[in-house]
């Protein structure tokens, strides 16, 4: 951006928040950076923003008369959001923003959101939210959307709200000046994989052979979003090969753990065809609560306290066949190469010698059942070490190797 100032999206209702816009435009213009102000207000059109109300409702097909008889903000708000999406999409093409910035309530961050949400990874994305103290998982997604909290409400300018936004302008900007889309571009064959800390030995050996080999390599943290975010990646972006090493959403999944990663956890490969290769880490536990509530929730087990708020609960062999069986299900409809590989020593840290819920009856018997449930055409092989020996991490490599020299992706 050396000589030519960043173009800034801001997104802004100013038929509630004109104050506000225009203390925040204030402070981005201050800052080097050029503007498009987005406006998705309902009420009324208020100034002349760039893109005003109007032009996003047309962009939706709708006028802005008819979304205002709606008379309904949840009905109203789609519509915008809709228009806003494309509308931000279409300038981009014509003129490339480098970067995004919203302010709002629980209304605006929505909107504001939604709309990052349509734009590349790497792109700098800040939402400055009444919101960003709670749950933001619903607007965070799997995108790298940066959230700040508003602190008091978006309603004036007052000695905190005016050195949140100035903060926020200055960070977008910085973040804007420094943005370089053609270093997001990568020629390197791109290979996802997910871990916990638990099985990271493992994973670090592998992540960091296939490194040496040229391959981009991105590791998920698999803890309820990451490999939700993994498989969003997948939908988007042209990936060599998945490593899909933890289990864990998937465990939390069928049995009420605090990460359950939903139904669809890890079937985006699949069904996309991207080779594909699954093991059991971590499948040793399921992801409680503190200890005194887990115990409560799933009595009977082992028990291993992670820290204050999280407790590992040891599953049993009923358990893991039930995770057997949803992998059986998972991979009918494969329309890529697949195979397993079943760690006999163990699948993660806690279970082993050295840890709090080492179990050495049930790997062997999990693979036997594995094999029994799952299509006898992919391959399903015990490893006789455990799952962070530096052996079970090499037989991963070789078969991520062997599918990395095929090149069969999508």
């Known amino acids: 951006m050396v000589g030519k100032k960043p173009l800034v999206l801001m997104i802004v209702t100013h ?11 204030t402070c981005l213009e201050e ?3 050029e503007i498009v102000h987005l406006d998705p207000s309902v009420r009324r059109t208020v100034g002349s923003p760039e893109i005003p109300p109007e032009e996003v409702a047309e962009a939706a097909g709708w006028s802005i008369e008819r979304v205002r008889a709606l008379g309904h903000e949840g009905k109203c708000q789609a519509v915008m959001i809709e228009g806003a999406i494309r509308v931000a999409l279409h300038h981009h093409e014509a003129q490339p923003f480098s970067g995004i910035i919203s302010i709002g309530g629980s209304m605006g961050t929505t909107l504001g959101t939604a709309v990052m949400k349509a734009f590349p990874y790497g792109l700098p994305k800040l939402m400055v939210s009444t919101m960003a103290s709670g749950f933001t998982a619903p607007f965070v997604g799997a995108k790298d959307i940066i959230m700040s909290n508003a602190v008091t409400d978006v309603s004036g300018i007052n000695s905190i709200s005016r050195d ?4 926020a302008a200055l960070a977008i900007a910085g973040m804007a000046k420094g943005y370089d889309p053609a270093a997001q571009r990568e020629d390197r064959p791109l290979v996802l994989m997910t871990t916990l800390g638990t099985t990271e030995a493992s994973v670090r050996r592998v992540r960091e052979a296939l490194q040496d080999d040229g391959n981009e390599v991105m590791v998920f943290h698999c803890a309820g ?9 997948v939908e988007g972006r042209d990936v060599a090969l998945v490593l899909d090493l933890s289990a864990t959403e998937i465990v939390d999944h069928l049995h009420g753990g605090l990460t359950d990663g939903g139904p669809e956890r890890a079937m985006a490969a699949l ?6 290769i699954l093991a059991p880490g971590n499948a040793d536990f399921i ?13 009977g087990t082992r028990y291993h306290m992670h820290n204050a708020a999280l407790t590992a609960v040891r599953t049993q062999m ?5 995770l057997a069986d949803h992998y059986a299900k998972m991979v009918i409809e494969a329309k890529g190469p697949v195979r397993f590989f079943v760690p006999l020593g163990g699948f993660s840290s806690h279970d082993s010698p050295e840890g709090h819920l ?3 009856n049930v790997p062997g018997p999990f693979a036997e059942y594995l094999r029994k449930v799952i299509p006898s055409a992919i391959p399903v092989e015990a490893v006789d070490a455990h799952f962070n020996d530096e052996v079970f991490a090499d037989r991963i490599i070789l078969a991520a190797r062997d599918y990395l020299k095929i090149g069969v992706h999508a």
């Open 31 to 33: 800052a080097g950076c």
């Open 271 to 276: 069904r996309k065809g991207i080779p594909t």
């Open 318 to 322: 009923q358990e893991l066949r039930n």
């Open 15 to 25: 038929d509630t928040k004109e104050f506000e816009g225009r203390f925040l435009r």
């Open 225 to 233: 979003g990451g490999g939700g975010t993994l498989d969003a990646i």
């Open 287 to 299: 992801i409680g609560g503190p200890l005194a509530e887990a115990k409560k929730r799933f009595p």
């Open 164 to 167: 949140v936004y100035r903060n």
């Open 358 to 360: 080492h179990d050495i």
